[in-house]
């Protein structure tokens, strides 16, 4: 990057403003015709025209074209001997202070290569200008309209320079001081201080060099001479012994030069600047607390990018001074600070790597483990970066795991020598944290753990590698050593599935059974059928991957055995079936197993043909007493079964010819008897019940004491009744109403007994079991009901009036005790009892003749009626509309019937005809009331159409009303004419 320093700025600026003021003076000089016209002074006029008009004249002038013209740029000597020729005779100071001002800087430039051509007092003429300039600096800066304008900084600025560049450092400090104590905001004050702080730090005044490039600093890189001043103040307070201040600004430098860019990138002198700003921060870590100290000014810097070259330059010089172990912790910080950093692997190697040259090889395994947990395929590192990242260090990785494999696997195996050849001492050995070994048995397990967990990394982590199928072996060795057959399981299945073509890739398929099998040995009660299916999986596929194993033909049958007992029929057949056909030889104890399975499993699976086969050839093969004793019964089971299947397919006649033959296979058998049973429904439900009804006959005969007999009489019972075979079925009722163990099947055979002979018309043997029925069953209440209700009706078609009455009563009574009970049914018989017997008062009302004398035969009609009446409300009382009707008007006819009776008694003898009209007319008020209490009963009945209820005796009493009272109830509908529009 190439600066601009202030000067220069400052001289381009006022150059260009001389060069325009030369050009207007030359041009005024020249042109001075072109000032005609000018009005005044203080604001722009119009220029007076004078002449012709001149933009008309241009306009018909034909088009010029010009040559181009390229202005020749003068020499330096030209310039200055044009200001040289213009200096000190502007009239105004400003413009002439200007003047000098650029005529001072050309001279510093002449002086420059004065200098270079070795020419003595090369500055001499610009310091005397600079000085002339800086003593007229007062008296213009009275008429500059601002300060920029006398540049006294800028003079002050440069004449520290001219004598800086010639080595005169006291001139230089006097005129650096007077700029930064008298223009602290000039623009020249950083250059300025650190040009001061320069001489400073020569002169050995590390503290005020130290302030000066402490300010500089502080404007950060906006100024070009940040990276200089912050490597300086480095230095500065390196020089006062503040290490750590020095240190901040050396990383400074550095984030400076590589914040942005690597190493590569940078140009020699940089370079060179990093090298040495990388030495002097070795320097002083050295002072304070090395890898620790860095690690801290990182974390403040928040750990940039470089760091790992400032960690690399102190471990390599800890190394030159073959301070090793610093190189180690060097290292071991910049890891531990920065464990995701992609160089944190080669920083871990670098410390390995010192280790095994400075021949400290006990430490090397322990790193080697760290690097594996740190960086391995378990690491946050390895999560955190991609395989671009991993590829480095990954040849490093398998390195150090094969390793660690091969020595945890060696120790554990040479401990297990030791326990076996009875040679371990417990003085001599002990475990990894230096401790006594108390539980051999729990160490020699722990080391082939350690052992397994490298495998299980090296596998999980370079699962491509050609060693993949030897290590899962020894992965699963390991593990059944350390006696964790499920995880062995895990390793040897693996070797056994993904690499069939191992030479080990059997015995790992069998070993994996063997494990399985200590699990489910282990497992607790709710994971063992999980357990259980996984061992038969692994046999399944080491009989399916290794049929020419020896053992294959066991694991299979043993698999199949176990699928069976959990229940997984189907699978168990196909492993059976499958083993009959791939090893038709096989032993004969395994073929058993197999038919078992193959029965069972056929048996469960609906299939009874298949099943009864194989139990058929089960049956021929050598089978101890109890073994055939089963066999036979699930022979006969599948029998059965298969009436069952015939008779679900719809096949009545095959079902019967299954269930039947049972008894020919063993007539003794339970089945036997259960088969005959079920024959039996089979044909009912074909509909033959007539000849269900005989086999069931036949099977009582055959099993009088079978418990499927109970039962039976009831059901031989209803078939008679579907086939209308009534006396049967009487007969079995009536045996059944006695013989019942259950009190209730005895009390509904009576009952069905009685129906049956109602329903055949044998009405003295309806009259006998419904009556027994009444009067033994007081419950239920409404049966019993209805058997008086049949003795009722029963009793009416024989005529006996007195046996009916009293079955009336019954039905009242019973009603009456039931109270709130009562149904509606029972409330209806009981009105339509009563209504018989109030029928009977009437009837012997009725009979009771009005006689001379009257009172006396009108007071027994009077008795009578009350009676009747009584008889008539008790029918009311039951609120049954139909008796309720019909109970009013009865006893409005009542009332009715005694007025008549009263006009037509017989009349006294020997009146004459005046008395006898009188007598009429004493009847006519007797006769008159009831009359009227008739016509008030019969427009109660009437008023109850307005109800809903309009029977035939509410119909009776409307026409009694007409009869009684045409004048009111007996006009003509008359019709009521009505418009049809609304108005």
Known sequence: ??????????????????????????????????????????????????????????????????????????????????????????????????????????????????????????????????????????????????????????????????????????????????????????????????????????????????????????????????????????????????????????????????????????????????????????????????????????????????????????????????????????WQTFIEHNSLDIRAPAAHQGMIQTLMDAGFPSDVIPKKKEFIVRYGVYSEFWSHHDSNVRESYLPTLHEYLSEMAKLAHADAQSFSALLADGKFDRKQHKDSNNQDITDTVAHRGNLYLAAAQWYEEIIVTFPEDPRTAEYLFLLGESYTEADEPARAVAAYQRVMREFPNYPQAHEAGYAAILGLTEVINRAAAEELELWQRLKIDAQIEFALIFPGDPRAPAVQTDAADTLFGLGHTEEALQLAENLLAEWPDVDAGLKKTALLIIGHGRFE????????????????????????????????????????????AGTADDAVYHFMRIASLDPTAALAAQGHFDAIAVVEGAGRIAEAANMLA????????????????????????????????????????????????????????????????????????????????????????????????????????????????????????????????????????????????????????????????????????KKTLQAYEDVAAYEVAEYTTAATFEIADLYSVLSKSIMASDRPKNLSELELEQYDILLEEQAFPFEEQSIGLHEINMQRAWDGTYDEWVQKSYAELKRLMPGRFDKPESEVAYAAAIH
Request: with cysteine.
């Open 698 to 865: 036949t099977f009582r005969a055959t099993y009088p004491d079978h418990e499927l007999g109970k039962g039976i009489d009831m059901r031989l019972a209803s078939m008679y009744e579907q086939t209308e075979n009534w006396s049967a079925a009487a007969e079995e009722y009536l045996g059944l109403s006695t013989s019942a163990d259950d009190p209730e099947v005895r009390r509904q055979s009576k009952y069905r007994t009685a129906e049956i002979y109602l329903q055949q018309d044998d009405v003295a043997a309806a009259i006998e079991h419904f009556r027994d029925y009444a009067h033994t069953y007081k419950q239920p209440w409404d049966l019993r009901l209805e058997a008086m209700h049949h003795m009722d009706e029963l009793y009416q078609r024989t005529g006996d009036a007195d046996k009916r009455r009293f079955w009336l009563q019954q039905k009242i009574t019973l009603h009456k005790s039931l109270g709130s009970q009562a149904s509606e049914r029972a409330t209806f018989l009981a009105a339509s009892a009563q209504m018989v017997f109030a029928t009977d008062e009437r009837e012997r009302f009725a009979g009771i003749r009005l006689t001379h004398p009257l009172k006396r035969s009108l007071k027994k009609k009077q008795r009578a009626l």
């Open 1 to 330: 990057m190439t600066a601009v320093s202030p000067m220069q700025h400052r001289q381009h600026k006022h150059g260009l403003r001389l060069s325009v003021l030369l050009c207007l003076v030359t041009v005024l000089s020249g042109c001075s015709w072109l000032t005609f016209g000018l009005l005044g002074d203080d604001e722009p006029k119009q220029l007076k025209a004078k002449g012709p008009n001149l933009g008309r004249v241009v306009e018909r002038l034909p088009e010029l074209q010009l040559a181009q013209v390229q202005p020749i740029k003068p020499t330096r000597a030209e310039v200055m001997a044009a200001y040289n020729r213009v200096y000190g005779m502007m009239p105004n100071s400003v413009e002439n202070h200007a003047v000098g001002k650029r005529l001072a800087d050309l001279h510093m430039a002449e002086g420059e290569d004065r200098d270079i051509e070795g020419l003595a007092a090369p500055y001499q003429p610009a310091i005397e200008l600079y000085e002339s300039l800086l003593a007229q600096a007062a008296e213009v800066s009275s008429t500059a309209a601002d300060e920029d304008q006398v540049g006294v900084d800028e003079i002050l600025y440069q004449l520290a320079r001219a004598h800086d560049l010639v080595g005169e450092s006291a001139q230089t400090l006097s005129y650096l001081n007077r700029l930064v104590a008298e223009y602290p905001d000039s623009e020249y004050i950083p250059e300025g201080r650190f040009r001061r702080a320069e001489i400073m730090f020569s002169s050995d005044d590390y503290r005020a060099a130290a302030a000066d490039y402490g300010f500089v600093v502080q404007l950060g890189d906006s100024t070009p001479y940040y990276r200089n001043a912050s490597y300086m103040l480095g230095w500065s307070e390196f020089k006062r012994s503040r290490f750590d201040e020095g240190l901040e600004q050396f990383f400074n430098v550095v984030d400076d030069m590589l914040g942005e860019q690597a190493q590569d990138d940078l140009n020699a002198m940089d370079d060179e600047l990093l090298e040495d700003t990388f030495r002097v921060v070795t320097l002083a870590l050295a002072y304070l607390d090395g890898a620790q100290t860095l690690a801290e000014e990182m974390r403040k810097r928040g750990k940039p990018d470089w760091q790992y070259l400032a960690y690399q330059r102190l471990a390599d010089d800890y190394f030159d001074k073959e301070r090793y172990l610093d190189n180690v912790a060097t």
């Open 605 to 648: 699976m609906d299939e009874f043909v298949a099943a009864e086969q194989a139990y058929h050839s089960l049956k021929q093969m050598q089978l101890s007493e109890d073994e055939w004793a089963k066999v036979h019964e699930r022979l006969l089971a599948a029998v059965y079964k298969q009436g069952e299947a015939a008779e679900a």
